[in-house]
């Protein structure tokens, strides 16, 4: 695909007064096209991506996006998710923090509004960047993912572990603590099952850990397993003789 254009069948805001750009730009780095997004100027302007139609199956209520983005550093919420109205305004549906790997998933549920298009606006943060990848439309499962699974309080023996409920409104979760060399979970993985949303795990010492919890909906109703950032527990204290 050509540099300096936006994707096929895509269509692109991008006002002059940003002194930015919305384009295809190749990322020698991750060795592939990314959709980048750049301001500029502290001219107020848009920079928005804009998707094909897919009024016919996506704006319905029952699908989401799932792609990968990144960011500069230090760009709180400076990609905005939205759809395209009949009158070409912007509806926002969430604004992200993207982290600086660009290969980091996002989801995002797309609304019951019939809107024609999707799209990816730059907040418009000075000489931000914001580079988008790998962009699909998906139905929603029924059973929704957790978020922010966090290990916190790690000491060299325990670790806090928790996450935050999905949208399904679920109260029954399972979680493995397991070692960061082991291969993830699959859907086929059983976890141990709790009923809150946090929990103390013990820990052997001076070891990487991550934390995988998936939510429960019914009895064979399971969210995707969803992955802590590696944690390492502490030494124990000794004394030397």
Known sequence: MPEDEVPICWSAIDDPNTSGHVQIDYEFGYNKNMLELYAVSVTVGDLIAISPDVSAFATDGTHRLRFTAGSSTDAPEVLEVGTIDENNNFVEITALTLT?????????????????????????????????????????????????VTASNVDFDSADISWTASESNETTWEYIVQEASLPAPDATTNGTEITTTSVNVPLEQNTAYIAYVRSKCATDDFGSWIASEEFTSACSSFVAE
Request: charged residues 20%.
């Open 100 to 148: 600086s790997d660009r290969d980091t998933e996002y989801l995002v549920t797309l609304p019951n509004n019939g809107h024609a298009n999707f799209a990816f606006k730059h907040s418009g943060q000075v000489n931000k960047t914001v580079w988008i990848n790998t962009v699909c439309v998906e139905d929603l499962p029924s059973c929704l993912e957790v978020i922010d």
